[in-house]
């Protein structure tokens, strides 16, 4: 829609209804004055306040109208958008196109209508442009063509679908704290984390790095989540996670996947996968130390990534990179042995240049490489 006085579009950031018209919140201040000025010079008087903003209803029907903050009033229009608080609504910055200004005590008491976009990008502007992957950490958010960034306190006000007879949907918010609290209980914390949400609230992905770290590296969670029917609720865990805008999701182990059935029990489940997840810090830091303590000569090493590249098939393209990282000048010093883990880590590291589809793939081909010799 179109604002009535400055004729832009209306990006729904912020939208007054008055007299049956569309204004921005930056305008409707101008657009009260010009009918004020023309119903003098017209009429040479101006309408009170109740007949400007009622539409010409009567004062007993104005007064009804004060009310409308009560619980059983609710206007239908608003239905459809997110239920948003006055902390994250107060961030969204007004339009100021076309120089017109705001005046608070005329914006504020009548409706406004925000986009799930804008809740968004308001409650999420400085978590971006702080967002980093942190010291220490090989945990991974791929968001950026179909998702937005997003952050812990944003997602209590994305919109939530009804439920049907065989499909139960699962609030984001929901899900993120009852993790917490499960993880709360056992003694361990989240130190960062981050979420993506496709543009309609319906899809989620997140990463929570917790206060677990070995070998220089820190344990993490990654989810998913859809309201949609598109995908199910799934964890992985480990200390190398990817998750991805494309529904990729993977790590060292798996410790919940379930459908939205109308049965499933969602603290039951996140307790359950959280025991788990537990369990396997300890095996997963065992094969960590394996790793550090397998050492390799130059010619085992160099029998590897002929194997990785040439038999498993991953993308030749990145053979220099690895062969650079691990033979003449590594990026990171703790990786300058010539280990099993450091050379794992020289090929992880060259994944990064590929897309995230072809991360995925590539990380399980290095997987079935590297795996049996970490058993055996």
């Known amino acids: 829609m179109n604002c009535k006085l400055c004729e832009s579009h209306i990006l729904a950031t912020m939208q007054i209804m008055w007299n ?7 305008c409707i201040g101008e657009a009260v004055a010009r009918k004020r000025a023309a119903d003098e010079q017209r009429f040479g008087r101006t309408e009170s306040f109740e007949e400007e903003f009622s539409g010409g209803i009567n004062a007993e029907d104005f007064d009804e109208l004060e009310d ?11 239905e459809e958008y997110p239920d948003v608080s006055d902390e994250v609504l107060a961030q969204i910055p007004p339009s100021t ?21 804008d809740v ?26 179909t998702t937005t960034l997003i952050n812990r306190s944003a997602l209590k006000h994305l919109p939530m679908p009804e439920a049907t007879a065989t499909h ?20 361990l914390s989240v130190i960062r984390e981050e979420y993506a949400v496709s543009p309609d609230g319906m899809k989620c992905f997140g990463l929570l790095e917790l206060n677990v770290e070995y070998a220089g590296v820190r344990f993490a969670i990654g989810l998913r989540n859809s309201n949609d029917k598109s995908m199910r609720i799934g964890l992985v865990a480990g200390y190398r996670v990817t998750v991805c805008e494309n529904k990729m999701l993977t790590g060292d182990f798996n410790p919940l996947s379930a459908k939205h059935s109308k049965n499933f029990n969602l603290i039951d489940a996140v307790s359950v996968a959280v025991d788990r997840i537990q369990r396997n810090i300890g095996r997963v830091e065992q094969h960590i130390g394996v790793k550090k303590q397998k050492m390799l000569s130059d010619e085992s090493a160099k029998s590897l990534i002929y194997e990785a590249f040439m038999n498993r098939k991953i993308p030749m393209s990145l053979m220099r990179s690895v062969h650079r990282e691990f033979f003449v000048e590594p990026e990171y010093a703790a ?16 994944f990064k240049k590929l897309k995230p589809v072809q991360q995925f793939e590539a990380c399980s081909k290095l997987g079935k490489l590297i795996t049996p010799l970490v058993l055996n």
Do not use: M
């Open 68 to 78: 409308y903050g009560d619980e059983d009033y609710q206007n239908e229009e608003l």
């Open 168 to 187: 139960q949907p699962i609030s984001h918010h929901t899900l993120v704290e009852q993790i917490h609290e499960c993880l709360s209980y056992r003694h």
């Open 97 to 117: 196109g076309n120089g017109h200004i705001t005046i608070p005590e005329i914006v504020e008491p009548f409706r406004r209508e925000v986009h799930i976009n």
């Open 20 to 26: 049956g018209n569309s204004y921005h919140a930056d």
């Open 335 to 350: 990786f300058a042995d010539k280990s099993l883990w450091s050379l794992e880590n020289c090929f992880t590291n060259a």
């Open 120 to 145: 968004v990008a308001a409650a999420t502007r400085e978590f971006i442009a702080e967002r980093s992957n942190g010291q220490g950490s090989v945990g991974t958010l791929i968001s950026g063509n």
